[in-house]
């Protein structure tokens, strides 16, 4: 990849954009790298770390700052949360270099995380049960019915606005949607996240618990695969060879995913990992929301995705043992 291409991206200092500057950085340590900071401090040490990156300090509400930021990037990445203003402020931004044409002729320019909870269907009662009716989600096959699901639901109005906003602008726009993301962060600030949620509410209540009988099931990727498959993502999309071949908008949702895991395999392995006497506990979702807000949510349903996408154009996970993973460096996840 021509080492004179300007990345900009924003969530830098959280646990996935941390993740996605750190792999960008060792795999591609020439090129010019962007980053959107809330705090000058924070903007100095990253910069003494990282010394291809150069801080843009400001916030996702400083709307002007990222349009003329992303105006001048080949490429953004988005790893700050569901923003559909400053979504669109950049998504404008990238449309001012495209002078009118259409969105597939420039390929991607804009690569944006989002997550399969828009999948999770709240209006129904959360069991805690797998649904033996339920499959797995694939991103070719499912690709329409994703884009159009009920845009209350997590992700959902923010997944659709980009979409809709990327292809009335003519920027071409991925969406990339990680499971459950295991293992310790790889950038130099936030390296956990979800995992270390249960892990410290099995350690405070003494027991492992899932929600009525565990066997929900995620699909999970390691945090590691995430920055892999996100900088594979972007090389194949800045790659003349490869032009043509990522779909965007329409065709631009990937999932990134390397195997499932129910509530109660996790719920068992703590209890054996933390020596634990007493077996695993069955709380109501009521109960499961208390311990944290989106404890119902996170332990108490489940969806099951394949990246079919990613696997059509060659990546595969390389972290394959969740075990592993919830204990790398002492880690204090589950
Ligand atoms: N973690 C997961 O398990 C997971 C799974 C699937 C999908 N995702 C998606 O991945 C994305 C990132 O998640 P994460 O887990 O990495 O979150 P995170 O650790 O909380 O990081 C969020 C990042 O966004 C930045 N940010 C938030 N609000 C901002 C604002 N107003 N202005 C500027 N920067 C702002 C934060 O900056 P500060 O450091 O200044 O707060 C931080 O760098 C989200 O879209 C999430 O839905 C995450």
Redesign the pocket.
Known sequence: MPTEYNIFL?????????TILDCLAKVHPDIRIKA????EE?AKELESVYPNLTAVV????SLPLLKSTAAEADFVI??????IP?LCAMIHGLASRNRGSDAESHGPQLL??????SLIDLSKPITGSLDPKSRPWSDITDAQRILSVPEDRI?ADADQAIIAHSKSRGVGTILV?????WGQGKGH??KE??AAFYYAAVKSRGRAFVVGDGTATWSWTS?GDLGDAVVFLMEQSLSEEFQGRVGVNDKGYYFVSSGDLSMIERAKAVTERLGLREGVESISAAAAKEIHPFGHIMWGCGERVRADKLAELGWRPKDLDWKALMEEHGGERA
Do not use: C, E, N, Y
């Open positions: 924003t969530g830098a200092t959280g646990f996935a954009g941390g959107l900071i809330r705090q924070v400001g916030d996702l509400a988005h790893a700050g949360g569901d923003d400053a944006s995380l989002t997550g399969p909870r992700h949607s990680p499971g459950q993301l600030l936030k996240r979800h945090i």
